[in-house]
């Protein structure tokens, strides 16, 4: 990770990818310290991990019942 800029952060992901965070200027004091007040945090998992599982199968509500659900 590099600060070129006092307002913008560039890195380059694991596989190559280049991504830029800009700040827009602010009055916030909780970002007066523009990039400085941000630090690099270690990925806590990489991928997507296990598919969920899917959603049972069940018929579909008659329309008036499924209207009872919005109060109509």
Same mark, same amino acid.
């Given at each position: 990770? =590099? ?5 913008? /952060?560039e890195?380059? /992901? %694991? ?5 830029t ?7 916030? =004091?909780? %970002? #007066?310290? *523009?990039?400085? *007040? ?18 049972? @199968? @069940?018929? %579909?509500?008659?329309?008036?019942? #499924? /209207? ?5």
């Open positions: 990770m =590099q600060a070129n800029d006092p307002i913008k /952060l890195a380059t /992901l %694991a596989d190559g990818r280049r991504m965070l800009s700040l827009p200027p602010t009055d916030a =004091q909780w %970002a #007066a310290d *523009g990039i400085k *007040g941000l630090r690099p945090v270690a990925p806590t998992h990489t991928g997507r991990g296990e598919e969920p599982p899917a959603l049972p @199968e @069940e018929p %579909a509500l008659p329309l008036h019942v #499924a /209207l009872l659900g919005l109060g109509a």
